[in-house]
C-alpha cells in the first residue's frame, strides 16, 4: 500500500495521515528526505520543529521514569526501615521470659519504633489467671460476650481494618480515649483461631489508611499472636 491514494484523497485528514504512518512506522525511516525535511522546518509563528518536538517528548519521558525511579528508591528505603522494626520487636518479644516484660516490650516497640499514639490489647478468655500490665492496656473478655457477635466478620484470623473506622469500632477498642483518635488499624490476633484483638490508635488522621501495606500488618499479627500464645491460655 502507497500514500498516493491518501494524498489525491479529497477527504485528507490529519488522523488519515496519523492512521497510515501508525500502519507504516517504517515510512519516515525509508523516506529520509522527508524526516529531514520535517527536522528542518520551522513555521513563521514560532512553533517547533518535527525534531525538537520528538526531543521535548523524551526528555519528558526521562523526566516520568527518574520520578517513577525515585518513588520505587524511596518504596525501598521504608520497607527497608520496617523491617528492621519488626525485626527488633521479634528479637525483644523472644527476649523476654515474663508476661509483662512482654507486654511492656511490645507496648515500647509499637509507641516509639512504630510511632503509635497508643496501643490497646482486647484477649478472648475464659480463664480467670488473667495479667495485668501497668505500661499496655489490656482488656479481657468473655467468649460469651455479645460483643464479639457484634464484631464477629472482623474477628477473623488474616482480616484487619485500617484507617477511619466506625464509632463503635474505635470505642470498644479505645474505650475512654476514643476521642483522641484519628486513624486506627484493628488487628485480629490468633493462628488457628481469633483469641483477641490489638488496636493501634494515632492522632493523626493520614497516620493509617485503608491502602496500608497488607503484607506488613499479617507479618506483624503473625509475630504477636505466636508470642502471646507463649504466655497465655487464649
Known sequence: MTIEPFLQSSTLTAQSVIDYLQAHPDFLVNHTDLFNQLS???????????????AKVQQETIKQLKQQMNELVGIAHDNDKINQRVRALTLKLLDAKTPDKQLSALHDCLTTDFNTDIVTLNLFSNSSQHTENSILEIKYI???????????????????????LKPEILKWLFGQQTEQIRSAVFLPLGTDHCFGVLGLGSFDENRYHATQGTLFLSFLSEIISHSLQRHFKL
Open 142 to 164: 468473655d467468649r460469651a460476650d455479645e460483643s464479639l457477635t457484634t464484631f464477629e466478620e472482623l474477628l477473623q484470623v488474616g482480616k484487619f481494618s485500617c484507617g477511619k
Open 40 to 54: 528542518r522546518s520551522r513555521h513563521t509563528n514560532g512553533t517547533t520543529s518535527f525534531s525538537e518536538h520528538q
